[in-house]
């Protein structure tokens, strides 16, 4: 895998303040990389360090191998970002800020700014004066310009703020192919699970200015599921049912939800054994059974929670 984000012992203080304690953190080429944390945590001071925004108090951090404070030139042509809100000229169209940056940004080619403006979806209102935006519109002409030279790596804040539902959706879309099929290293930070969870390939977890753990997805998740299966079981007389299968075992929990449904919990090694038992014996006693349906793991939101919590970090 190619190195896309190289970040070694990085250290920043405001004043009195360390704000970043030795953050360590490797992103790649393909990859969408989910930063995330309460707010206060450290994420915009570490993307503005990226950027060249803020200077860095100790550590160093390249893009693609070359360093940002000793090479900051070459660095900073293989990154586009959008840190904190998209700027752009109001009285200006959304086509001609994009011809203003195209000139900023050496090699820029007419057919590239139409080919960034489909990307982003903004065909039909690109010739409109920016000032007519909704925050949408402007975040997406933030991205289209971010885009413009090609970028391997791209820089996203909280890009979700202010974004609707369907417009979270076309985000993650856009987000998406071009990591899986362009090849660029995406980061994006972000203080919703949620979200992340849908968007993210990895994600590094930031509290209190520490990188307190760097997963895929999936391993986050199974890593603080819990070791408990729990089960929502559909029968005809549910009290009864559950009594049934309560007296079944010692290590089998639960509570009757209504007439006809209960749930029940035990150890996931029972697994196995129990699954098939338990329907038995309720068959045998002549009770019905329309359906058995496991309740889901746990999701990012509770497992950030619960982390959240452990740490005992200060949402601001
Ligand atoms: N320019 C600044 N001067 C002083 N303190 C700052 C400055 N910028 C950020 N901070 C502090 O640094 C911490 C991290 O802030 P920030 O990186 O913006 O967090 P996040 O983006 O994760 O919400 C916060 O406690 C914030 O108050
Ligand atoms: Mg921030």
Redesign the pocket.
Known sequence: METAIEIRGLNKS?GK?H?LKDVNLTTYAGEVFGFL?P???????TIKMIVGLLSIDEGQISICGNDVEKNFEDAMKLVGAIVENPESYKNLTGLQNLQLYARIRKGVTPERVQEVIELVGLSNRIKEKVGKYSLGMKQRLGLAQALLHHPKVLILDEPTNGLDPAGIKTLRDILKKLAHEEGVCVLVSSHMMSEMELMCDRVGIIMNGAMVDVKTIDELVASAASDTLTFHYYVDRAEEAFKTVSEYDETISGHVMDETHFEISYPSDKTDRFSGELNRKLFESGYSIYSITPVTNKHLEDVFLQMTQEGGSQI?
């Open positions: 405001f303040r704000v944390g707010n206060g945590a450290g994420k915009s001071t601001a």
